[in-house]
């Protein structure tokens, strides 16, 4: 099973960008996928997670700002990121969500640079 991210690069404050993740393998038909970050020096923490019927979930640090969705005919969840932070700045990777194991190979993540 692969997890490929992509979508980052360097935005200013205020700034958006779209995240997109292409999962193989059956990891999409009845798991909640989620997206996680990952800053220098900070452990990996939880973005959004999205379930396979579209509920969504967000810590409040994001709530409002961030939007994770899915499109199972394409094995993708997305995340579309608004009103961009410095604090919002790391690695961003896919993965099951927290509740539903995880794998244990996270991909390369794709890097979310948030700076004026």
């Known amino acids: 099973v692969q997890l490929l991210a992509s979508g980052g690069g360097l935005v200013q404050p205020g700034g958006s960008l779209r995240l997109s993740c292409v999962a193989s393998?059956?990891?999409?038909?009845?798991?909640?996928m989620a997206w996680y970050r990952q800053a220098p020096g900070k452990q990996r923490e939880f973005v959004a997670a999205?379930?396979?019927?579209?509920?969504?979930n967000y810590p409040n640090s994001v709530k409002g700002r961030f939007t994770i969705s899915r499109d199972n005919t394409k094995n993708t969840i997305y995340l579309q990121m608004n009103s961009l932070k410095p604090e919002d700045t790391g690695v961003y990777y896919c993965?099951?969500?927290?509740?539903?194991?995880?794998?244990?190979?996270w991909g390369q993540g794709t890097q979310v640079t948030v700076s004026s």
């Open positions: 999205v379930g396979s019927r579209g509920t969504t």
């Open positions: 393998g059956s990891i999409f038909s009845a798991n909640s």
């Open positions: 993965n099951r969500a927290p509740w539903d194991n995880p794998l244990p190979s």
